[in-house]
């Protein structure tokens, strides 16, 4: 297995959007890829940040700030040298993408629209993809992005073979037959970090489970030893209905 597959950076669903711009995610992945898992912080250049996302450097300085305004990065600028940033644990709520998706060739935009919509797909493990019925217009109100700009990634997406569109017989509210989108999670890099989501889903059911067993045993103790002071006082009770005197 390609170690790059393994290696993926958490991007929350919600990321306080009013003090966003669309790209900007893009710019907190790319930051937060290079995170040390135990202490969260990162050390990269503002240019190299750049050159992963395909920015320009003035872009990505900007959406610093506006990540650090809305609470998501802290940022501790160090004399002569890169700064400090800083991240906060993700126990859920958070999408992942992995080092292979953003080191895909299509356009920045591209990448940052595929990060906008992921958490309102749905995965088919079977064909291995992600899916949606929504229809352009209503990508666009979730995503904050019109029309025009979605119907432009999706063709990018479509030409890199990465989004197949099928049209269904099922009609949407307007009487329109729908259009099924398929993202291929293979060809976007993104198959594994799915594979390790489903792998942390079950580690997590089975710690519930350990724990769960450990709270029945706790209980059984209890109840074994309220049973066992209960056959004590009735033995002493027994030994004592039956002591002779002399």
């Known amino acids: 297995m390609d170690n790059n597959s393994k290696k993926h ?29 135990e202490t ?22 900007l959406a610093i700030k506006r990540l650090q305004k809305a609470g998501l990065l802290k940022v501790t600028p160090r004399k002569g040298t890169s700064s400090m940033y800083e991240f906060e644990k993700l126990d859920d709520g958070f999408e992942r993408f992995s080092e292979d998706f953003l080191k895909l060739n299509i356009s920045p935009q591209a990448k940052a629209y595929y990060i906008e919509i992921q958490q309102h797909l749905f995965l088919n493990k079977e064909q291995g993809t992600n ?7 209503e990508i666009g109100k979730r995503i904050g992005l019109c029309t025009k700009s979605v119907r432009k990634y999706n063709t990018e997406l479509i030409q890199a073979g990465i989004l197949s569109e099928t049209k269904l017989s099922t009609l949407d509210l307007g009487g329109v037959r729908q259009i099924k989108k398929s993202f291929d999670l293979y060809t976007l890099g993104q198959a594994m970090v799915y594979k390790l989501k489903e792998h942390d889903v079950q580690l997590k059911e089975h710690d ?19 049973l066992e002071r209960l056959c004590g006082l009735k033995n002493n009770e027994f030994v004592k209905s039956t002591e002779f005197s002399f």
């Open 131 to 137: 899916e949606t019925t929504y229809s352009n217009e």
């Open 9 to 37: 950076a958490q991007v929350p669903d919600k990321l306080y959007s009013e003090h966003l711009r669309f790209g900007d995610k893009l710019v907190y992945a790319n930051i937060r890829k290079y995170a040390n898992k």
């Open 208 to 226: 519930q489970a350990i724990k769960n067993l450990e709270a029945e045993n706790e209980e059984m103790r209890s109840r074994i030893k309220a």
């Open 40 to 61: 969260l912080k990162c050390y990269p250049r503002v240019d190299t940040i750049a050159a992963d996302c395909g920015f320009s450097v003035k872009t990505v300085t």
